[in-house]
């Protein structure tokens, strides 16, 4: 009886958003053989797309780049930190958590915000910090 | 983006063919939507059965497609999958949509 649990990432994107998609082919199936289940790995996907799609819209503007991405077993949760070497985030900080407040009025509900409403809300011990030309992101997510 | 028409009598039924509604192709999916729905009569259901996966990108689209109903149009969804429900549900906006079972549901239910 074996137990994976680590795993090292390193993806290389050519900057189209069409590479997140193959990144969590990669992604997901290392956290599900790191012990992640089935619905944990759901919401892993739905968490990653977004982190992932920030990467590369904000922090690479859409231009090739680097983003390593480490995902380690810890007893019930699964630690992960990605590192890119793009674009700081503003302020250096993460954007709080959004208040998504839909009225009656249609023409009035958001079309954004979604993004980092459901990463604030998916992933534990969120942190951020810039370091050495790179930007680091680490959370954990329960398996 | 392959979406197809594939009713046009109790309700306009669009079934989406693709597996992700995304950041990759959220542009498409609105442009393609405005084409499909422009002349539809009334009620539009919108079949997701093989959608496997909306992100945030593409969940803006789809609001963005529902404020695209017109007056006597309503923009409806069916068979939402279980990590595309996820996303409804974290967001609230299993609320805010009118989401059927599956297209059949949809058709003999009233309107929205």
Not at chain 1, 88 to 106: F, I, N, Q
Not at chain 1, 117 to 123: E, G, K, P, Q, T
Not at chain 2, 53 to 82: H, I, N
Not at chain 2, 87 to 100: E, G, P
């Amino acid at each position: 009886m074996i137990a994976v649990t680590r795993a090292e990432v390193n993806l290389v994107i050519d900057g189209a958003e069409a590479a997140v998609r193959d990144a969590l082919g990669i992604l997901i199936p290392a956290a599900r053989d790191l012990g992640l289940g089935e619905d944990q790995c759901g919401s892993l996907e739905i968490l990653l797309a977004e982190v992932l799609n920030n990467i590369v819209e904000h922090a690479y503007r859409n231009r090739p780049g680097r983003i390593e991405v480490s995902m380690a077993r810890d007893g019930k949760d699964l630690r992960l930190r990605l590192v890119d070497h793009g674009r700081e985030m503003p302020e250096s900080r993460l954007p709080d958590k959004p208040t998504l407040d839909y009225g009656p009025e249609m023409a009035a509900l958001p079309e954004g915000g979604f993004g980092w409403f459901m990463i604030h809300d998916l992933a534990q011990d969120l942190s951020y910090r810039r370091h050495a030309n790179c930007n680091e992101l680490r959370f954990k997510v329960p398996v | 983006m392959n979406l197809t028409i594939e009713r046009d009598d109790l309700a306009r039924v669009i079934k989406a063919h693709d597996k992700r509604i995304d950041a990759a192709v959220a542009i498409q999916f609105k442009d393609t939507m405005r084409s499909l729905m422009a002349d539809a009569p009334g009620r539009i259901l919108f079949d997701m059965g093989e959608v496997e996966f909306v992100d945030s990108s593409g969940l803006g689209a789809l609001v963005a497609v529902l404020k695209m109903a017109g007056r006597d149009q309503t923009f409806e969804l069916a068979s939402l999958t279980g990590n595309v429900s996820k996303v409804f549900r974290l967001t609230r906006m299993d609320k805010v949509f009118a989401i059927h079972t599956d297209t059949e549901a949809g058709l003999k239910s009233d309107a929205a």
